[in-house]
């Protein structure tokens, strides 16, 4: 599994993106499940919302299976708020604590974002560092 962020969601269905050609290169490439959060999806709409029809495209990225989206619990949002305690000045944003407690829940270690910043910077429970795709 591949955890997907935010902007490269985005930058798949907008094509005045500078990063869609690109996204659509490394999405056709992947084979294996790509997973993600609430949080993300909605970051995704929000930054999505000058068009229905990038809205629509999205949702049946998730409606179609291309796309599986890890469902919270109270045990995985408590993780996220101590994350971003730990990371506080930082900051680490909500959306990305939900995908380092998602990844930490998974055992998954691999992530595509553009965020390589954060990501780069964020441990996972076994102190392992996120292999960043692209």
């Not at 929000?46 to 619990?73: R, T």
């Not at 380092?100 to 441990?123: E, P, W």
């Given at each position: 599994?591949?955890?997907?962020?935010?902007?490269?969601?985005v930058a798949f269905f907008?094509?005045?993106?500078?990063?869609?050609?690109?996204?659509?290169?490394?999405?056709?490439?992947i084979r294996e499940p790509?997973?993600?959060?609430?949080?993300?999806?909605?970051?995704?709409?929000?930054?999505?919302?000058?068009?229905?029809?990038?809205?629509?495209?999205?949702?049946?990225?998730?409606?179609?299976?291309?796309?599986?989206?890890?469902?919270?619990?109270?045990?995985?949002?408590?993780?996220?708020?101590?994350?971003?305690?730990?990371?506080?000045?930082?900051?680490?944003?909500?959306?990305?604590?939900?995908?380092?407690?998602?990844?930490?829940?998974?055992?998954?270690?691999?992530?595509?974002?553009?965020?390589?910043?954060?990501?780069?910077?964020?441990?996972?429970?076994?102190?392992?560092?996120?292999?960043?795709?692209?």
């Amino acid at each position: 599994m591949i955890l997907i962020d935010t902007c490269p969601m985005v930058a798949f269905f907008d094509k005045d993106d500078r990063h869609h050609g690109l996204c659509i290169g490394i999405l056709k490439d992947i084979r294996e499940p790509l997973v993600t959060t609430w949080p993300v999806l909605t970051e995704c709409f929000y930054l999505l919302n000058f068009s229905w029809e990038a809205q629509s495209a999205a949702l049946d990225f998730v409606l179609n299976g291309v796309v599986f989206i890890v469902p919270s619990s109270i045990e995985s949002l408590a993780d996220a708020k101590k994350m971003m305690k730990k990371y506080q000045d930082f900051p680490m944003d909500f959306a990305d604590a939900t995908l380092v407690s998602a990844a930490n829940d998974l055992l998954i270690d691999h992530i595509t974002t553009f965020d390589k910043k954060h990501f780069g910077t964020y441990r996972l429970r076994n102190k392992r560092s996120f292999e960043i795709l692209p």
